[in-house]
Structure formats: C-alpha cells, structure tokens
C-alpha cells in the first residue's frame, strides 16, 4: 500500500477522486437493491451487500491515494445511512410487529451520525473519525474492530430480511436464517449503543462551542 501521507495533493477534480467513483457505484448498487427488495430477495442482498462491502474500498482509496474530501466523507455516511434505511423501511413492512423499534434503530442511526458529522465540520476537524470519548477513539482507530461492527450490523439486518423469504434449513424448530439473526443481533445492539454514545458527545460538542460563542461576545 502507498503512503499517501507524503504523497502530493491529488490534482484530479473532487468529483472524480476514486473513492468518490467507488461512492457513486454504491449509491447505483443500493438503489438497483431497493428495487429489488419487494420481489427478488436473492438480487437484493447480492447488490446491498456488494455495496456495503465497498465501504471498505472508499476509505482505503483515500488513504492511497490521499483523496480524502469532504465530500467524500458526507457521501459515504449518507450512503451507508441512507441505504439501511432502505432496508429498514422494507423490515418494517414484512415484520410489521416490530415496525416501532426498526424504526427506533434507523432513528438512532441517522440522527446520531448526522450530527457527529457535523459536529466535527463545525469544529474544523480534518476528519469525523476523531474522538476524545474513549470508546469512539477504539471504534474509529481499530480498523478490525469497526469493520466488524459494521460488517455484523448489516448483516442483522440482511439475515433478518433473508429469514422471510428463503429461512433456510431448520433445527430443532429453528432455522438456519433465524439462528445466524440471532447471533448478529448483539453486534447490531452494540452498534445502536455506540451511536447513541455518537450522539450524547456530538450534541455536548455543538453545544460546548455554542457556549464558548456566547462568551465570546460576552467579552
């Protein structure tokens, strides 16, 4: 892997960084996955997984090849954001007895990383994934241990979805889908507790500097 810490500035056009061609190539895969979700489960994960393991690419063609943007950094939250909420949406009409706490988690997710992201923008932070709180300092700097938080997050949610079209061989009363839910399901808990931590320090942030703001003009 190159260096990119002591590589010039790329000279290509944001648009056209290549972890930012890696984000649009995602969006196209999770949108062509929502159309798939009602009717053809099997192209459905096939194209959101595909996309969500891309997520990988994006942040390591940035580091490569020193194209981190802005841009690329909002892109890629609302992608991951905005495409499990695609999915979600799709959960809460084949279960829909669980509608309140699927929707519950999607909440969670959007309103927590919507503003830790900006939290940090405001704060002039070079990137979102900088944290004084102990437990997002490990999330954001152990690359095993956030890939894994996300990897089995995504994964509760397409065994979830798999379990209601195709459940698999069964056991004793249990199927083969149902179990591997079951086992993801604490991975996904602990991924929703982890946000609400993102969301309790990015608003104690904002309003850290709101208040250093107003005693600035006190003066």
Not at 182 to 190: D, E, G, Q, S
Request: hydrophobic share 45%.
């Amino acid at each position: 892997m190159a260096d990119s810490s002591h590589s010039p500035p790329s000279t290509t056009p944001v648009w056209f960084f290549y972890p930012n061609l890696i984000g649009y190539a995602r969006i196209i895969l999770a949108v062509v996955s929502m159309w798939w979700f009602p009717s053809s489960p099997g192209k459905a994960m096939l194209c959101y997984g595909v996309s969500a393991a891309l997520d990988g690419f994006d942040g390591w063609a940035a580091r490569t090849f020193n194209q981190s943007s802005r841009f690329g950094a909002m892109l890629d939250q609302l992608t991951d954001r905005c495409a499990l909420l695609s999915l979600v949406m799709t959960l809460c009409t084949l279960y829909p007895s669980w509608q309140f706490l699927l929707q519950l988690s999607a909440v969670v997710d959007i309103a927590s990383h919507w503003l830790h992201l900006h939290a940090a923008d405001l704060s002039g932070k070079n990137t979102h994934k900088q944290s004084s709180n102990p437990i997002l300092h490990l999330y954001y700097t152990s690359r095993p241990f956030l890939g894994f938080m996300c990897a089995g997050n995504e994964a509760f949610y397409l065994f979830l979805y798999m379990a209601h079209f195709h459940p698999g061989p069964s056991l004793l009363g249990v199927s083969l889908m149902a179990f591997l839910t079951f086992l993801a399901f604490p991975i996904a808990a602990v991924k929703s507790a982890i946000s609400l931590i993102h969301l309790g320090t990015a608003a104690a942030d904002v309003v850290e500097m709101d208040e250093r703001a107003r005693n600035q003009r006190r003066e």
